[in-house]
């Protein structure tokens, strides 16, 4: 299920009935149009969510049609107060994953996935992504943003991958994993292995060990877990000439040097200086 990023039935409330088709294009556009009303916005979020894959043209139109977007981003927005609070209900959660599930739409068709990164409007989701509460309303949440996030990167798009490197989709994707069911854990691995596909994404993380270790509470960690083969000579030797490299390690072991001194904790790598004569 997380393969092809459809999310969960039950994800959302069943209120779709015989009577309310959204085959036609003035059953579409009736539904569009009450995104504005305050009466009538929770339900056309539904039915537009739960019936997004039988208009293919879906997208377009919601990106097109005039205050539609800023409609769904209202809603997005509305509950960031309740994020750090036991506030947010389930009821809330599942109107914004609705409006979550139209950004995916919009951001898997061609025709409106640049205009969608242009506008920035994943930015919008990291809140989501970033709350470490494992309460449902906030699962579903989490949820919804990922497959948003996912359905990006499974495009392929350069562009795409660039602008979650740029905007430091790494650590959401981490917490993520961290904190999120068994599903979210899944989508958001599914997200980082797609962007190391790519080579931006596979140079990114070649320096997210210096990234990592800027941190003291992660260099800490780092000082526990990197591998010692990382201060032999056999190795390091291997990086005669390579500046560049060099340069990173260099950092990295500097980085965990500092955060030893001032800790006192065992260390048994190289010292950074002895890299020097590497270049």
Known sequence: ??????????????????DLPVHGPASVAYWI????SHETKERALLILSQNKEIRKDLAPLLWNSIGTISALLQEIISVYRTLS??????TASTRVSNALALFQCVAS?????????????????????????????HEYLRLTSLGVIGTLVKSDDPEAIRFLLQTEIFPCCL???????????QVATFIIYKILLHEEGLKYCCVLADR??????????LRCCL??????????SQLHGDFVAVRYLQELLSNIMARHEATRQ??????????MQLV
């Open 1 to 18: 299920m997380a393969s092809d990023l459809n999310l969960p039935e039950s994800l959302y409330e069943d209120y779709s009935t015989p």
């Open 33 to 36: 149009q009450a995104l504005q």
């Open 85 to 90: 609070s036991p506030n947010l209900t389930e």
């Open 109 to 137: 068709h061609p025709e409106t996935r640049k205009q969608f990164l242009k506008a920035k409007l994943p930015l919008y989701l990291y809140p989501f992504l970033n709350t470490k509460d494992k309460e449902k309303p």
């Open 175 to 185: 917490t993520s994993m961290e904190v999120g069911s068994d599903l979210s854990k």
């Open 212 to 221: 990592l270790s800027q941190s003291p509470r992660a260099c800490d960690g």
């Open 227 to 236: 591998p010692l083969w990382f201060g032999d000579r056999k190795f390091t």
């Open 266 to 275: 065992p260390m048994r790598l190289l010292q950074p200086m002895q890299l």
